[in-house]
Every structure is written in structure tokens, then in C-alpha cells.
DNA sequence: GTTTCTGCAAAAGCTTTGCAGTATC
DNA sequence: GATACTGCAAAGCTTTTGCAGAAAC
């Protein structure tokens, strides 16, 4: 699992630098973690993240990866959704929102552009400090509930 | 807990209508979880509701909450977000989406119709089939992460 | 009377935590 | 060298499940 897109590589450099700056510690493991979310086409949960980083590294554990994705959530380095006890996470460095698929728990990722407009609108009618949209359905192949 | 609105009386026979067409029976526990869902103002967990229904009748247990709240969700009488482990339920019989605070999961409702385009046109995108619509950010008490 | 539902108890599954040792800066 | 981080093991929490008895129809 090496980096190798300049796109992608460039990314984690930036999120490296963003950890230093807080005074966190750059280490094997938030490196491990931020790779496999970089490689992988849509969000994972944590034990799905820990699987695919114990291949190349079994002596990461679960633990870590958790703690890890926390302190990511925390710093706004990654998302966190959540669907009936299976938190799913994803990069969140670049601007986007999710769809999430009822049946599996896929998500499917719905560029800002298309929906900034109505959450500012939305966000002032309710009083929240809006970020983010997570729309829930059927995903094309789970079909109908 | 007595059910003395007009509006929430009727709600309710219409569930317990739309609950025996499917060929399932109306409980006391049922009628429980939805007269609590009913009486309280935004989305609850199953633990909260259960410590609600407890006060009022001890013997009803914690998984047949759970039962209930899943047997309903699946014939889309309430709704289920997710929330990082703590899953909330809420009254589904009235079109709305949700906005739900990041910190404490407190969950605002967003009446349809300021959404409904929208959403249409993203999942004709995706290619989902979506129904509902999650905002999430914190709310007026949360303030800044 | 039949079938769904419930209570109880136990287990499962994901997530969190305490602590001593390790790696990062 | 100071301190943030990790691995391990254990505990915590919500949710799920098996089964015999109770309730709904």
C-alpha cells in the first residue's frame, strides 16, 4: 500500500504538517491509517481500516487504529458517520458529503458545491453551526427496503 | 404518559392501524415506545426511551425495546440515525430530515419541503435511492469544536 | 388454538481505558 | 530527555440472540 500519486502523497505531507503543528507526534500508525483511507475508494469503519493496515503491519492494534481515528476526528482530519453501531470514516480534507446506503452502510461521496447553498439556509432556520450532510437510502445494489 | 393530544391520539391509532394490516400485533410495549417517542420533543436513544418506559411499567426489558424499535424501523414507522454508537429513533410518520449536534447528538427536525429538490436531484447523481437527509454540526448549546 | 411477542439471561460486537514500555520530537 | 503514543489486556456499553412462557388475535 505505498503511495505513490502525487495527488496523494501530497495530501498526507499536508496533513503531516497539520498534526506537527498541533504538537501531536507524526507515527507508523496515523500514517497507516491515513494511507489506507487515502487508497480506498469510500469510507471504513475502524475494524475494516485495522484489517487492511494488520496486513502489512500486524502489530497495530485495534486499539490504536481507534484511538488514532479519534484524534483525527478531533483535529477535522477525517469524518465520522455514524450507521446503527457501525461508525464509518473518510478523508475529510477535501470539501464533499455523504450518501449512506441503509441496507449495506456503502457511502457514496456528493461533491460541496451541489448543496452548500441549502445548508447555509438550513443551518441559520434551526441555529446549528451545519458542516455536513449524510443522506440515507438504498444504494443501486441493495434496491428496495 | 397519557396520550391526551388530539393530533398524537390519532398518529397513533393510525400506526396501530398500519402495524395489524402488516399482520403484527399491537403491545403494550409498541404502544409504549411510541407514546414516548410521541411526548418527547426531538429523537431519543433506546436506552432513553427504555428509562422513560421504566418509570411507568418496570417490567418492560431493555432488548424489548430494541425489538420494537428495530420491528418499527423496518416497517418505517420511526426513523433511525446514527450517532458515533448511540443510535437515536424518531417519529417517522411526518416528512422532515435532521440536523444532529456532533458533541451531544441532540437532533433538530427539518421540516421536507426545504430539502426535497435538492435531494431528488442528488440521488438521480448517485444513483441512490434516498429518503432521508442528515445535517450535522453542533447545535446553539455546543458551540465551537 | 395458533402465532407473535416478551422477559430473562447470556453472548456478541464495537469501543474505551489503565498501565507499563516505546517512539517521537 | 520529556512526553505523546502504542500494545496488551481487561472492562464498558449498546445491541443481539435463544428459549420458555405469556399475550394477542
Redesign the interface.
Known amino acids: 500500500v505505498d503511495v505513490t500519486k502525487v495527488d496523494d502523497r501530497g495530501r498526507l505531507d499536508t496533513i503531516r504538517d497539520r498534526v506537527r503543528a498541533r504538537g501531536r507526534r507524526w507515527t507508523v500508525a496515523k500514517g497507516a491509517v491515513l494511507e489506507t483511507l487515502l487508497d480506498q475508494p469510500g469510507h471504513l469503519s475502524a475494524l475494516q481500516i485495522h484489517e487492511v493496515i494488520a496486513a502489512r503491519l500486524p502489530q497495530i492494534d485495534r486499539s490504536t487504529v481507534h484511538r488514532v481515528l479519534l484524534a483525527l476526528a478531533?483535529e477535522?482530519v477525517v469524518h465520522?458517520?455514524?450507521?446503527?453501531?457501525?461508525?464509518r470514516y473518510g478523508m475529510a480534507d477535501q470539501p464533499h458529503h455523504h450518501?449512506v446506503?441503509a441496507a449495506c452502510g456503502q457511502v457514496?461521496e456528493?461533491p460541496a458545491h451541489?448543496?452548500d447553498l441549502?445548508?447555509t439556509?438550513?443551518?441559520l432556520?434551526?441555529?446549528?453551526?451545519?458542516?455536513?450532510?449524510?443522506?440515507?437510502?438504498?444504494?443501486?445494489q441493495c434496491?428496495?427496503?
Open positions: 478531533d477535522g465520522m458517520l455514524g450507521h446503527h453501531g457501525q461508525t450518501a446506503c457514496a456528493i451541489l448543496v441549502l445548508v439556509q438550513i443551518a432556520a434551526v441555529g446549528y453551526d451545519l458542516d455536513r450532510v449524510t443522506l440515507t437510502g438504498r444504494c443501486g434496491g428496495q427496503p
